[in-house]
Protein backbone atom coordinates (compact mmCIF):
# COMPACT_ATOMS: atom_id res chain seq x y z
CA UNK A 1 0.00 0.00 0.00
CA UNK A 2 1.15 3.33 -0.87
CA UNK A 3 1.83 6.05 1.53
CA UNK A 4 -0.17 9.38 1.03
CA UNK A 5 1.00 12.64 2.79
CA UNK A 6 -0.44 16.66 2.47
CA UNK A 7 0.97 19.35 3.66
CA UNK A 8 1.61 22.93 3.44
CA UNK A 9 4.46 24.44 1.55
CA UNK A 10 3.87 28.30 2.05
CA UNK A 11 0.80 28.97 0.31
CA UNK A 12 0.84 26.09 -2.06
CA UNK A 13 -0.02 22.04 -1.04
CA UNK A 14 2.33 19.37 -1.32
CA UNK A 15 0.84 15.87 -2.18
CA UNK A 16 3.81 13.03 -1.50
CA UNK A 17 3.39 9.64 -2.64
CA UNK A 18 5.54 6.86 -1.38
CA UNK A 19 5.75 3.25 -2.36
CA UNK A 20 8.28 0.66 -1.27
CA UNK A 21 11.33 3.14 -1.86
CA UNK A 22 10.15 5.37 -3.95
CA UNK A 23 8.50 8.77 -3.34
CA UNK A 24 7.20 11.41 -5.38
CA UNK A 25 6.10 15.19 -4.55
CA UNK A 26 4.19 17.51 -6.23
CA UNK A 27 3.58 21.06 -5.11
CA UNK A 28 0.12 22.78 -6.32
CA UNK A 29 -1.34 26.09 -6.17
CA UNK A 30 -4.58 26.13 -4.32
CA UNK A 31 -6.21 26.37 -7.34
CA UNK A 32 -4.43 23.33 -8.97
CA UNK A 33 -5.26 21.38 -5.83
CA UNK A 34 -9.57 22.35 -5.85
CA UNK A 35 -9.36 21.08 -9.70
CA UNK A 36 -7.08 18.02 -8.46
CA UNK A 37 -10.48 17.13 -5.40
CA UNK A 38 -12.63 17.81 -8.31
CA UNK A 39 -11.07 15.28 -10.82
CA UNK A 40 -10.68 12.39 -8.07
CA UNK A 41 -14.05 12.75 -6.82
CA UNK A 42 -15.45 12.86 -10.42
CA UNK A 43 -13.37 9.43 -11.23
CA UNK A 44 -14.39 7.87 -7.96
CA UNK A 45 -18.01 8.27 -9.31
CA UNK A 46 -16.90 7.10 -12.40
CA UNK A 47 -16.11 4.04 -11.49
CA UNK A 48 -19.43 3.88 -8.75
CA UNK A 49 -17.07 4.30 -5.62
CA UNK A 50 -20.04 6.54 -3.58
CA UNK A 51 -18.29 9.58 -2.46
CA UNK A 52 -19.13 11.20 0.74
CA UNK A 53 -20.67 8.29 2.22
CA UNK A 54 -21.13 6.94 5.75
CA UNK A 55 -19.83 10.28 7.58
CA UNK A 56 -17.11 10.53 4.64
CA UNK A 57 -16.74 14.19 4.61
CA UNK A 58 -16.86 15.61 0.95
CA UNK A 59 -13.70 18.18 0.86
CA UNK A 60 -15.13 22.10 1.35
CA UNK A 61 -14.26 23.79 -2.04
CA UNK A 62 -12.84 27.21 -0.96
CA UNK A 63 -13.34 30.22 -3.03
CA UNK A 64 -11.52 33.00 -2.85
CA UNK A 65 -13.71 36.84 -3.01
CA UNK A 66 -13.79 38.20 -6.14
CA UNK A 67 -15.61 41.60 -5.99
CA UNK A 68 -13.95 44.93 -5.54
CA UNK A 69 -15.63 45.63 -2.35
CA UNK A 70 -17.42 43.28 0.49
CA UNK A 71 -20.57 45.73 1.23
CA UNK A 72 -21.32 45.16 5.29
CA UNK A 73 -24.85 47.13 6.35
CA UNK A 74 -28.54 46.26 7.63
CA UNK A 75 -31.57 44.93 6.09
CA UNK A 76 -35.24 46.10 5.85
CA UNK A 77 -35.40 43.86 9.60
CA UNK A 78 -32.15 44.98 11.11
CA UNK A 79 -30.01 42.14 10.67
CA UNK A 80 -26.46 42.27 9.38
CA UNK A 81 -25.86 41.45 6.08
CA UNK A 82 -22.65 41.60 3.92
CA UNK A 83 -22.90 41.52 0.10
CA UNK A 84 -20.08 39.71 -2.29
CA UNK A 85 -19.10 37.73 -4.88
CA UNK A 86 -16.96 35.07 -4.53
CA UNK A 87 -14.99 32.63 -7.49
CA UNK A 88 -17.72 32.55 -10.49
CA UNK A 89 -20.46 32.47 -8.29
CA UNK A 90 -22.89 35.34 -9.04
CA UNK A 91 -22.90 38.11 -6.56
CA UNK A 92 -24.86 37.10 -3.14
CA UNK A 93 -25.97 38.45 0.38
CA UNK A 94 -25.08 36.71 3.62
CA UNK A 95 -27.85 37.73 6.15
CA UNK A 96 -26.46 36.94 9.40
CA UNK A 97 -28.46 36.56 12.67
CA UNK A 98 -26.76 39.16 15.48
CA UNK A 99 -25.48 36.15 17.25
CA UNK A 100 -23.56 34.73 14.37
CA UNK A 101 -22.27 38.32 13.26
CA UNK A 102 -20.90 38.92 16.34
CA UNK A 103 -19.04 35.20 16.28
CA UNK A 104 -17.88 36.13 12.72
CA UNK A 105 -16.64 39.05 13.88
CA UNK A 106 -15.15 37.87 17.27
CA UNK A 107 -13.46 35.28 14.96
CA UNK A 108 -11.62 37.01 12.57
CA UNK A 109 -10.61 39.52 14.68
CA UNK A 110 -8.82 36.20 16.64
CA UNK A 111 -7.24 35.82 13.29
CA UNK A 112 -6.08 39.31 12.06
CA UNK A 113 -4.71 39.81 16.29
CA UNK A 114 -2.61 36.24 15.76
CA UNK A 115 0.96 36.46 14.63
CA UNK A 116 0.83 35.35 10.76
CA UNK A 117 3.18 32.38 11.53
CA UNK A 118 0.58 30.73 13.67
CA UNK A 119 -2.02 31.56 10.87
CA UNK A 120 0.08 29.15 8.52
CA UNK A 121 0.57 26.75 11.89
CA UNK A 122 -2.92 26.17 11.77
CA UNK A 123 -4.06 25.43 8.27
CA UNK A 124 -3.99 29.84 7.49
CA UNK A 125 -7.29 30.10 9.57
Given at each position: ?19 GEQSTAVVMD ?62 FLLRLKDDEARHI ?21
Amino acid sequence: MAGISVTLEGDNIQLAFQKGEQSTAVVMDPQAARSLVRAVSQLLTAIGENVGEEGEEMPEELVDVTSQTIDVGMDEHGMAVVALQAGLMPPFLLRLKDDEARHIAQSLLEILNSPRDVRVSHGDH
